[in-house]
């Protein structure tokens, strides 16, 4: 049998010295996986020469090790368009927990003010339901919290739509996120509104609902826009600014007819007249109304306005006698009349307004209310009675 003999050589120069190495026996073989590369030829001498490209065994696996690492390290691109990872939470199921939260708030709120009921306030006292029930908690006629459920409500549907890789609604996703940035926006902005009514006209009052709901809105509002990116923020900046412009005109407009008398009623000449108040006053009633004028408390109201006539019913006949009670119109309506100087004097928003201990108060209030703004228990009244 014919000696064999191999050499390593560079595949990138042909001029290094050969080194040969005799095979003394043919059960020696050559593994395919160590050699892949293999040419043969004859030397002048007879002598089988195999050519074999060698590549370290050690770096070949270092390379695939630093590959794997590096593949594993580097997100891919469907992490970014995504926006979530597996340690963390994405932004769309923030989404469906804030707004479920939110959904279940405004949920509450919407009873409330359907059925007229009193609101749990967590920080006591009655300014809950004196704002929920002021004429800032509707809009164009509609409960405020109705807004707000039907706002959450859609952020919670998009956020699940967006956040499920089976898709219940025929939505795209560039689409769903583009209403979703516009419906966060109008909620920030309306709660940035709310938040300036609060402190300009229900100084000293807390709603603790009202700034629960203004920290939901911002926080759905800052994770949305943190999902979109700067990028996509540049291109969104106009709808964002059109929203923004649209909701601001929408409260405005609304809460500028809530006026003292609105224009449809000083168009219209009003003789003045009294209404009957049909209802029975209660021991407890008759009790609170000497009480409230005894400290001074003072209701405004005028003839034609019907919330006050219902502020009436609620104490009843004989005590909304005892009430201290400022008529605004007392020579009627016509166009061009004014109110009565007592009420410019106290800067009356709406009808009724009752001034408590120094606190302007708009909107009906119910005798547990009214007892606790005047600083004493019911439970107080029922015993001197």
Same mark, same amino acid.
């Given at each position: 049998?014919?000696p064999?003999?191999?050499?390593?050589?560079?595949s990138?120069?042909?001029?290094?010295?050969?080194?040969?190495?005799?095979?003394?026996?043919?059960?020696?073989?050559?593994?395919?996986?160590?050699l892949? !590369?293999?040419?043969?030829?004859?030397?002048?001498?007879?002598?089988?020469?195999v050519?074999?490209?060698?590549?370290?065994?050690?770096s070949?696996?270092?390379?695939e090790?630093e590959?794997e690492?590096?593949?594993?390290?580097?997100?891919?691109?469907?992490d970014?368009?995504?926006g979530?990872?597996?340690?963390?939470?994405?932004?769309?199921k923030?989404?469906?927990?804030l707004?479920?939260?939110?959904?279940?708030?405004?949920? +509450?709120?919407?009873?409330?003010?359907?059925?007229?009921?009193?609101?749990?306030?967590?920080?006591?006292?009655?300014?809950?339901?004196?704002i929920?029930?002021s004429?800032?908690?509707?809009?164009?006629?509609?409960?405020?919290?109705?807004?707000g459920m039907?706002? +959450?409500?859609l952020?919670?549907?998009?956020?699940l739509?967006?956040?499920?890789?089976?898709?219940?609604?025929?939505i795209?996703?560039?689409d769903?996120e583009i209403?979703l940035?516009?419906?966060?926006?109008?909620m920030?902005?309306a709660?940035a509104?709310f938040?300036y009514?609060?402190?300009?006209?229900f100084v000293g009052?807390?709603?603790? +609902?009202?700034?629960?709901?203004a920290?939901?809105?911002f926080?759905?509002f800052?994770?949305?826009?943190? !999902?979109?990116?700067?990028?996509?923020?540049?291109?969104?900046?106009?709808?964002?600014?059109?929203?923004?412009?649209?909701?601001?005109?929408?409260?405005t407009?609304?809460?500028?007819?809530v $006026?003292?008398?609105?224009?449809?009623?000083?168009?219209?000449e009003?003789?003045?007249?009294?209404?009957e108040?049909?209802?029975k006053s209660?021991p407890?009633?008759i009790?609170?109304?000497?009480?409230?004028?005894?400290?001074?408390?003072k209701?405004?109201?005028?003839?034609?306005?019907?919330?006050?006539?219902? $502020?009436?019913?609620?104490?009843?006949?004989?005590?909304?006698?005892?009430?201290? +009670?400022?008529?605004?119109?007392?020579d009627?309506v016509?166009?061009?009349?004014?109110?009565?100087?007592?009420c410019?004097?106290?800067n009356?928003?709406g009808?009724?307004?009752?001034?408590?201990?120094?606190q302007?108060l708009?909107g009906?209030?119910?005798l547990?209310?009214l007892?606790?703004?005047?600083?004493?228990?019911?439970?107080?009244?029922?015993?001197?009675?």
């Amino acid at each position: 049998m014919t000696p064999t003999s191999f050499f390593c050589v560079s595949s990138s120069s042909s001029s290094l010295p050969l080194r040969r190495t005799p095979i003394l026996s043919s059960p020696y073989t050559l593994s395919a996986p160590s050699l892949p !590369r293999i040419k043969k030829g004859f030397s002048r001498n007879g002598h089988l020469l195999v050519k074999v490209n060698c590549v370290s065994e050690r770096s070949k696996q270092a390379a695939e090790t630093e590959s794997e690492t590096s593949s594993s390290d580097t997100p891919s691109s469907s992490d970014f368009v995504d926006g979530s990872s597996d340690t963390g939470i994405s932004a769309y199921k923030w989404c469906v927990g804030l707004g479920g939260i939110g959904f279940l708030e405004t949920a +509450y709120l919407t009873y409330l003010k359907l059925t007229n009921s009193d609101a749990f306030c967590p920080s006591g006292g009655a300014s809950c339901t004196t704002i929920l029930t002021s004429d800032y908690s509707s809009v164009f006629g509609v409960p405020l919290p109705l807004f707000g459920m039907l706002a +959450y409500g859609l952020v919670t549907v998009l956020g699940l739509q967006l956040g499920a890789k089976e898709k219940t609604f025929d939505i795209g996703k560039t689409d769903g996120e583009i209403i979703l940035i516009g419906i966060t926006t109008s909620m920030a902005v309306a709660s940035a509104y709310f938040l300036y009514i609060l402190n300009t006209e229900f100084v000293g009052e807390l709603c603790i +609902y009202c700034l629960a709901s203004a920290i939901l809105s911002f926080s759905l509002f800052f994770i949305t826009l943190k !999902r979109s990116g700067s990028h996509d923020l540049q291109k969104l900046l106009g709808l964002q600014l059109s929203v923004a412009s649209l909701v601001v005109f929408a409260l405005t407009a609304s809460y500028n007819s809530v $006026q003292p008398i609105s224009s449809s009623v000083a168009a219209t000449e009003i003789p003045y007249f009294e209404t009957e108040i049909t209802s029975k006053s209660s021991p407890l009633a008759i009790s609170l109304a000497k009480h409230l004028r005894s400290i001074g408390a003072k209701l405004y109201g005028a003839f034609w306005c019907s919330h006050c006539q219902d $502020q009436k019913e609620i104490f009843g006949r004989e005590a909304a006698k005892l009430l201290d +009670y400022v008529e605004c119109f007392p020579d009627g309506v016509s166009k061009g009349t004014k109110m009565a100087q007592a009420c410019v004097d106290v800067n009356l928003e709406g009808f009724p307004t009752w001034i408590i201990n120094g606190q302007v108060l708009s909107g009906e209030k119910q005798l547990s209310e009214l007892a606790a703004l005047s600083g004493i228990k019911l439970d107080d009244l029922t015993r001197s009675n």
